[in-house]
Every structure is written in structure tokens, then in C-alpha cells.
């Protein structure tokens, strides 16, 4: 029988603190106002979290019949025919959720579903994988400012909204990009050019997370640099050692690389100007970290 620690090492939960500044960040972004709409998007993200984890399993399971032994699926202690039902659910509930957030924040979230479901059946494998998925997150980030601007006389809103956090969810989405190379060699190593592309990118993503919009002064230069520091750090070092080291196993580093994605939320919401956003952001840091030596992030 199946306990709830088989169910939360299924669903990542460690890794999951890495989705709820998603949506805040990207409506600070945007300029939209947070409400009831942001927090129905939020809980949209975290059910796309969710259902991608569990389809990620039951797709892999052959796969971790082999290298991954003692994962949920594998090990007997979920049936696959399970976890592909909660998938299912949690993806109609992320569309409910975002339906409940407008029509617009709906479209965003059928998307996400379709382009989910598209990498985990077929396109992980394939060199379209990371594009997918970079897609994903990018769409899973426009959740924010598309619910944040709400049902408008002005019809366009919604969509101004979007533009004004592109290049933030390009951010993220370039991030997700490379993170997903590196963790195709998760379990086999052997690799140092994907972690060699990660310490090439985080540099420059750190660059433009740093450079703000227009002149500010004060708290927020303090607080945008120090948690653009934070990112480029968490993310960086872990990839050292794979990149020095080929037969080394790049584990580390997608865990660093998920644990990297909380700072540079935080980054991209005080770049925004939305310094109590960030602040709550950075406290899911050590809470993630302490439930990751617990159930692994990967």
C-alpha cells in the first residue's frame, strides 16, 4: 500500500517550493496587481508541477526499472496506472484552477498542458526536449501577469501584460533549458559539455536579472544584487565539479540548478520593484533545502 512519503517522493515535493514564485514574480513583472487571480494561477502552477512529475515517472518507468531502482514506480510502491490518473486529475485541475483566474489565464493553461504532456510522452528524448520545456515554464510564467490583469473593458490588457514579463519568463525559460541538458546525463555522467553550458549561461542570466529597467536606488539595488548573487552562486557551483570532471555523475548540479530557480525568482520580483514579493520568496530557501534532505529533488 502505498504511504504519503511514496507520494511526496513522487511528486518531488522538495523541488516544489522552485514553482510558487513563478506566477508573483512574473506579475511584478508585468505591473499587475496580485489578488485572488494570482493566487488561483499559483495553485494552477503548482497542480502543472505536480502532474508533470508524476507523467515524467510513469513515462520513465522502464528506463528506471534499470538506473533508478528505488523511485516510487519501480520499487512497487506506486502502480503506474496510479500515478497516470493523478497526472490526469491534477492536469484538469490546473486548468479548473486557471479557468476559476479568467479566460485568458485558461488558454495559458491548456497550452501548458498540451506542451507538458507533448515533452513527457515523446519529446524528453528528443533534441526538441529542452526547447519544450524551456517552452513550459515560459507559459507556466505568463500565468502571472495574464490572471493579474483580470477581465478589463480594455481587451488587449491581458495581453500587454504578457509582453511587459517576457523577458523575465525568457529567464527562466533559458535556465529551464539548459538545467533540462544537464539532467539527461543525471544518472550516467560522462558529460562535461552541458555543465560546461551552464556555468556559460548563469553568468549572463545573472547579468541581465541584475540590470534593471530604469534607475532605482536604495533598498531595491541592495536587495537585486544580493539575490542575483544568490542565483548565480546556487546555481554555479554545483556544476564545477561535473565540469571538471567528466565521469562524475551531474546530480549535483540539477539539484542546484532547481534550488537556483527560488533566488532568481526573488531576483526578477526585486528587479520589478516588489520587495515584500521577494522577500517571501527567499524564505522558501532554507525550508527547501531542509525538506531536500528528506525526499530528493530529483
Request: net charge positive.
Amino acid at each position: 500500500m502505498s504511504t504519503p512519503r511514496d507520494w511526496a517522493e513522487l511528486a518531488r515535493v522538495s523541488a516544489l517550493f522552485s514553482v510558487p514564485g513563478d506566477v508573483p514574480a512574473e506579475a511584478a513583472a508585468s505591473g499587475a496587481r496580485p489578488g485572488a487571480r494570482t493566487a488561483l494561477a499559483t495553485g494552477a502552477s503548482l497542480c502543472r508541477y505536480e502532474a508533470g512529475t508524476a507523467l515524467n515517472d510513469w513515462a520513465d518507468r522502464d528506463e528506471d526499472d534499470v538506473e533508478r531502482p528505488h523511485r516510487p514506480l519501480p520499487s512497487g510502491r506506486i502502480a503506474p496506472a496510479r500515478a497516470l490518473t493523478a497526472a490526469a486529475g491534477l492536469t484538469v485541475a490546473r486548468v479548473g484552477l486557471a479557468l476559476a483566474a479568467g479566460r485568458p489565464a485558461a488558454l495559458a493553461a491548456t497550452a501548458l498542458a498540451g506542451t507538458v504532456w507533448a515533452y513527457d510522452l515523446h519529446l524528453r528524448q528528443t533534441p526538441a526536449g529542452p526547447a519544450a520545456m524551456a517552452a513550459a515554464r515560459g507559459l507556466d510564467l505568463l500565468l502571472g501577469p495574464v490572471a493579474g490583469a483580470g477581465p478589463r473593458a480594455d481587451v488587449g490588457s491581458p495581453a500587454r501584460a504578457a509582453r511587459r514579463a517576457l523577458a523575465p519568463a525568457a529567464v527562466l525559460g533559458a535556465h529551464t533549458s539548459v538545467l533540462t541538458v544537464v539532467s539527461r546525463n543525471e544518472t550516467r555522467g560522462g558529460s562535461t559539455g552541458a555543465p560546461l553550458a551552464g556555468l556559460g549561461t548563469t553568468a549572463p542570466l545573472g547579468t541581465l536579472t541584475g540590470c534593471g529597467r530604469r534607475p532605482v536606488q536604495g533598498p531595491q539595488v541592495y536587495a537585486r544584487a544580493a539575490l542575483t548573487g544568490a542565483y548565480v552562486a546556487t546555481a554555479t557551483v554545483p556544476y564545477l565539479h561535473p565540469a571538471l570532471t567528466p565521469s562524475s555523475l551531474p546530480q549535483k548540479a540539477v539539484n542546484g540548478g532547481i534550488c537556483a530557480m527560488i533566488p532568481l525568482q526573488a531576483a526578477l520580483a526585486a528587479r520589478s520593484g516588489a520587495l515584500a514579493c521577494a522577500a517571501l520568496l527567499t524564505g522558501l530557501v532554507p525550508v527547501a533545502r531542509r525538506l531536500a534532505r528528506k525526499v530528493s529533488l530529483t
